[in-house]
């Protein structure tokens, strides 16, 4: 295994299309980090097709989307969920939430016996939290490499897609009576697509 931890999305593919790409990619094991791994609209996603799908092509399953979802009322106990006004999830204190420690610490695990693909249903990674929130914390909080598996097959380093974020929502700051900018670009680019 070379370390590396791809993100996938599912969105464009049907599950045969889907199974052929992240074989191509030598993914052993898909992470979901869907809040609810249940699809209206593409069924073969639902949790018990997709994993019974992969078994049958030697791939492993998990779900981690309890720890590592977008949507951290659905999976998280009562209390204090990372939500701020409005019901808007806080990325920032997700991030920092103990489940949230735990799902990054089992990917870092795993990395030693599979290569892992995160998967959620955006079809870009710059629409997902799954590159936007979990790739970014792995990749700049952990120092692991990250790249991110498109429909047609090309992977994208994480370097490349910040660098595509950058061009695509800049890096004004959030707010423009600030004296100064909040941050480095990078920074204001993933707060501004996350916001």
Do not use: W
């Amino acid at each position: 295994m070379d370390g590396r931890v791809l993100t996938v999305g599912y969105a464009s593919h049907d599950i045969a299309a889907f199974l052929a790409l992240v074989r191509g990619a030598g993914v052993t094991a898909i992470a979901d980090v869907r809040s609810q791994p249940f699809s209206r609209f593409r069924p073969a996603f639902n949790r018990p097709a997709l994993k019974a799908s992969l078994r049958a092509c030697g791939l492993a399953y998990v779900f981690l989307g309890a720890e590592l979802g977008a949507r951290p009322e659905m999976g998280t106990p009562p209390g204090n969920p990372p939500v701020r006004g409005g019901g808007r999830v806080d990325f920032d204190r997700l991030a920092e939430s103990a489940a949230f420690g735990r799902g990054i610490d089992r990917v870092i695990a795993g990395r030693a016996r599979y290569r892992i693909a995160l998967m959620c249903a955006e079809r870009d990674p710059i629409d997902c939290h799954r590159a936007l929130l979990v790739g970014r914390v792995l990749s700049q909080g952990h120092g692991v490499a990250v790249a991110h598996l498109h429909d047609d097959g090309r992977i994208e380093t994480q370097a490349d897609f910040e660098a595509r974020l950058l061009a695509l929502v800049g890096a004004e700051p959030a707010d423009l009576f600030a004296p100064t900018p909040v941050g480095d670009p990078l920074t204001r680019a993933y707060a501004r697509r996350l916001g």
